[in-house]
């Protein structure tokens, strides 16, 4: 099975703070995604990548950036973190359309 | 713009059937997936839909109409540990990348 995994389950930093959350994928899936979840708002898409060095803008990318350095790794970095980015966020990886994504176990950020 | 709307909440009883709707509007269209949430837990993967139609798994099947842009997740016997947020998401023209519905958090009662 493939497995998506995110370094942490909880985090609680301060405002201002850089905030790196990890996300690593051992099957060799070209496709990777961050999300946040927000009730009332469902998953929206920060950034995705289709290839290494490779990123794209997703629906709300302010305040985030990301990095993919290695194919299986992909890096959600908040510059300054600030309140408005308490979450839940939620790592997923593919192959392709057709085969869905597979979700890390996603990182509850508290930011205080 | 693209949109994908389905009921906040529905309730249901133990052993019953329930039918959660969800309809959108995308530009592109490849496919449709429906995931299970439970609190605190990541989705998984329950189905997918490109072509219209009934897929039937267990006791979990789903309908796609694309010329009416719609869908629907219908659950059979209904069981507790069914309780949780159902997920429609929507493989535009863009490849790979899912759009999401807000969900729809299902609670079953005894």
């Known amino acids: 099975d493939v497995k998506v995994t995110q370094s942490s389950r909880y985090l609680v930093k301060r405002t201002g703070e850089k905030v790196f959350l990890e996300c690593v994928q051992d099957m060799d899936h070209e496709n990777m995604f961050w999300y946040r979840q927000d009730p009332g708002l469902g998953l929206r898409l920060i950034y995705f990548s289709y290839d290494v060095k490779m990123k794209e803008k997703g629906d709300i990318p302010e305040g985030y950036s990301v990095s993919r350095e290695k194919k299986e790794r992909f890096s959600l970095i908040l510059e300054s973190a600030s309140t408005n980015q308490t979450s839940m966020y939620l790592c997923?990886?593919?192959?392709?359309?057709?085969?869905?994504?597979?979700f890390g176990s996603g990182t509850r950020l508290t930011v205080v | 713009g693209q949109n994908i709307d389905q009921p906040t909440e529905m309730t249901a009883t133990e052993g019953a059937i329930v039918q959660i709707n969800c309809t959108y509007q995308?530009?592109?269209?490849?496919?449709l997936f429906w995931y299970q949430q439970h609190a605190g837990e990541a989705p998984t993967f329950l189905s997918y839909n490109v072509l219209d139609g009934l897929e039937e798994k267990g006791r979990f099947s789903s309908f796609l109409s694309r010329s009416k842009g719609y869908s629907y997740l219908l659950l059979k016997e209904l069981q507790m540990k069914d309780s949780a947020s159902y997920l429609c998401?929507?493989?535009?023209?863009?490849?790979?990348?899912?759009?999401f519905g807000q969900g729809t958090e299902l609670s079953v009662k005894p």
């Open positions: 997923a990886s593919s192959v392709g359309t057709a085969h869905g994504y597979t």
């Open positions: 998401a929507v493989g535009g023209n863009q490849g790979g990348k899912l759009i």
């Open positions: 995308t530009s592109g269209f490849n496919g």
